[in-house]
């Protein structure tokens, strides 16, 4: 959504991060770039006008002149002010003293009304509400049953007692569903009213019934992020003739400039709380002024990120694939592909690479991520045999073949994949015997030092080699010689060979196997063929 705004902020603050001290006509130049940036972006003038006013009059101040980087400070002052101009703070829902919670849905038809009513009533039972949507929206055709479809999908029932399509009270929908609420232990009520394609007073006089007939606790304006500084139009003619509490934004996966995001708050001074980010009804969350702010100035979103993989993965599933990771054990194909079906859970993997800091310097590779190739890569692993995915060492080129055709797939895909594998298992094993926090490896938890006895005990094993010298090694020989005889001077038999301290250390083995008395076998010969 911001990547226009992104890339050209980006730029500006690379040309100044190589000064020293900064210059009033430095500043100047810098607020002239920012100001041609948000405007490119469709951010409404009295907006943009109030943002470089406020960042001109913080960059000429002490916080900039007497700042060891000053460009860091004034990039520091920029992420301020679009925290600001966002909305400050993350607005939380308001809930009802006394259940339920009425929430009521207004915007343009098209702005996606319906769909994040199942979204926000999928999150909502995410949080251990029990919501219930209503088909309020009876004017646009099949508004009812596209309401009806989503809800099943969302897992949340949906109230729609008239049928839509021109039949119908919408206002009497509404007021039935709040009793209905009651009688159900519904803690939370979504109503889904009509729209239309522009703004005009029948609407809003059908939006004004419905709000007198439930007094909703919360009134959320739908707002498509697609349309521009139109948007802002439309949100100014719906406070005027509605009112609401807050700002909902869809479509932000959308390749849109953004402008209404940076504008809305700013010209209505209703704070955006909710944003949908994809098609999917998982892609919903609350917007975070903050972390938005980080985005754009390519910063990155690593806590949204981290709320992505709280809410998606189970604390088992962590914890085993934790276990796996720490333990001695080679990383596995079957480890391998657990990781990628649980990363993918989290949403496409070009959306994910987004919230990573600087990742616009890498855009033509984030946006040239091919699902279809981790489809690839998992129908590879699953036609290979349970061995054969523990140990990729036994994969030959029959076998690759074999797999290539299971797969649907060509024998170099395998190689690839197999290469790569190893490559990355390599890795894994050098993290864990570098001291990675939380790996085997770590200071105290012994995998370098366990190699390092490994390789000790593996030198005391050896012991003295034989030497290739004719003379040194007939020494070597003398001198074992002697420290046979010495030893068995001194307490008899050789000592016998020991279990190792895990099988059963400090117990001779039993004579047939090593232990006790050994036959002399000097004079012993083979009998001729």
Do not use: C
Not at 278 to 301: C, Q, Y
């Amino acid at each position: 959504m911001f990547e226009t705004l992104s890339d050209r902020l980006t730029s500006v603050f690379t040309s100044l991060r190589g000064k020293g001290r900064l210059s009033e006509e430095d500043i100047d130049a810098t607020a002239r770039e920012i100001r041609l940036a948000l405007l490119e972006a469709d951010v409404a003038l009295p907006v943009v006008r109030a943002f470089i006013a406020r960042i001109k009059e913080r960059a000429q101040g002490a916080e900039v002149s007497k700042a060891l980087n000053p460009a860091q400070q004034v990039i520091k002052i920029v992420n301020d002010e679009l925290v600001e101009i966002l909305g400050g703070e993350t607005r939380e829902l308001r809930f009802a003293k006394n259940p339920p919670t009425v929430i009521m849905l207004a915007g343009l038809q098209g702005s996606g009304k319906t769909t994040l009513a199942g979204k926000l009533g999928r999150w909502l039972a995410a949080e251990r509400n029990t919501p219930l949507l209503v088909a309020a929206d009876l004017q646009r055709p099949n508004a009812v049953t596209q309401l009806q479809v989503v809800g099943e999908r969302a897992e949340v029932p949906v109230f729609a007692p008239e049928p839509g399509n021109g039949v119908g009270d919408p206002v009497e929908v509404a007021r039935a569903s709040v009793e209905q609420a009651q009688h159900n232990n519904h803690n939370v009520v979504i109503i889904d009213t009509a729209g239309r394609l522009g703004v005009d007073s029948e609407m809003m006089q059908q939006a004004a019934d419905i709000r007198d007939a439930v007094s909703p606790d919360e009134i959320l304006f739908v707002v498509d992020a697609m349309i521009g500084q139109d948007a802002v139009n439309t949100a100014q003619a719906f406070l005027d003739g509605v009112g609401y509490d807050a700002v909902a934004l869809t479509k932000l996966d959308g390749d849109a400039r953004g402008g209404a995001a940076l504008s809305i708050r700013h010209i209505t001074g209703r704070p955006i709380m909710f944003a949908s980010t994809g098609e999917k009804l998982d892609d919903f969350t609350l917007f975070h002024p903050d972390r938005m702010a980080s985005r754009i100035l390519d910063m990155g979103d690593v806590l949204t990120l981290i709320d992505k993989a709280q809410s998606t993965f189970e604390e088992d599933e962590v914890a085993k694939m934790a276990s796996t990771l720490a333990s001695d054990d080679d990383f596995t194909l079957d480890d391998f592909l657990q990781q990628m079906g649980m990363l993918r859970k989290m949403g496409p993997i070009s959306n994910l690479l987004g919230m990573m800091p600087g990742m616009s310097q890498m855009k033509d590779q984030v946006n040239n991520v091919d699902e279809k190739d981790l489809d690839r890569i998992t129908a590879i692993i699953r036609s290979m045999t349970p061995a054969e995915r523990g140990n990729p060492k036994m994969i030959n080129g029959s076998r690759r073949l074999r797999i290539a055709n299971g797969s649907g797939t060509e024998v170099s895909d395998v190689n690839g994949l197999v290469t790569r594998f190893f490559e990355a298992q390599k890795m894994m094993r050098q993290m864990k015997n570098s001291g990675m926090p939380g790996m085997g490896g770590a200071p105290g938890a012994g995998g370098a030092s366990r190699k390092k006895a490994k390789g000790q005990a593996k030198k005391a094993k050896k012991g003295k080699q034989r030497s290739g010298n004719p003379l040194k090694a007939k020494e070597q020989e003398a001198e074992r010689e002697a420290e046979r005889e010495r030893r068995r001077e001194e307490g008899g038999d050789e000592q016998s060979p020991q279990l190792p301290p895990g099988l059963g250390g400090g117990q001779q083995l039993p004579p047939g196997l090593g232990g006790g008395n050994m036959p002399d076998l000097s004079n012993f010969k083979l009998p001729k063929k």
